[in-house]
């Protein structure tokens, strides 16, 4: 739990909001992961577009 609040706060402090969200099975908590994983990708490349 400590691991995950960590980063949170490192979301906080680059600007991104964290939302905690309930799953209601194994699967849908993979859907979820799927999901987060893209829209990180997402934003590191719009993040090092806007760094080079």
Do not use: Y
């Amino acid at each position: 739990m400590r691991k995950n609040l960590e980063m949170v706060h490192q979301f906080e402090r680059i600007g991104l909001d964290f939302v905690p969200i309930p799953v209601k099975s194994t699967e849908h908590k993979q859907e979820l992961m799927k999901l987060f994983r893209l829209n990180l990708d997402e934003i590191m490349e719009i993040a090092n577009a806007t760094t080079n």
